[in-house]
């Protein structure tokens, strides 16, 4: 099984840039397709971005598109995802999580959450 941990996240000005890190340990993070998820104060917890084991297929919500890119580095074990022109909506605690599956976008498809990293973004 593989053990996950955000990094990355902070208070940022609307407008601003953020990266955060997805750094897994125990069972290599190749072997997996990858997911953000957030969830913001009172809300459900949706999808925000997912990368195929191989980066072939990315794939995002349409409230990122054309903010937010996913990549990842197998050799490092670890996915990132770059947020750039963040809004006041983006505030979240941001999880990443694996999958087995190809392009899901479920949570329930998910597994070996970790703790989530804090977003915030000031208008």
């Known amino acids: 099984q593989v053990q996950l941990v955000e990094s990355g996240g902070g208070l940022v000005q609307a407008g601003g840039s953020l990266r955060l890190s997805c750094a897994g340990s125990?069972?290599?993070?190749?072997?997996?397709?990858v997911g953000w998820f957030r969830q913001a104060p009172g809300k459900e917890r949706e999808f925000v971005a997912g990368?195929?084991?191989?980066?072939?297929?990315?794939y995002y919500t349409d409230s990122v598109k054309g903010r937010f890119t996913i990549s990842r580095d197998n050799a490092k074990n670890t996915v990132y995802l770059q947020m750039n022109s963040l809004k006041p909506e983006d505030t979240a605690l941001y999880y990443c999580?694996?999958?087995?599956?190809?392009?899901?976008?479920?949570?329930?498809?998910?597994?070996?959450w970790g703790q989530g990293t804090q977003v915030t973004v000031s208008s």
């Open positions: 999580a694996v999958s087995t599956m190809y392009g899901s976008r479920w949570e329930s498809d998910f597994e070996s």
């Open positions: 125990g069972r290599t993070l190749s072997s997996y397709s």
């Open positions: 990368i195929s084991r191989t980066s072939t297929f990315t």
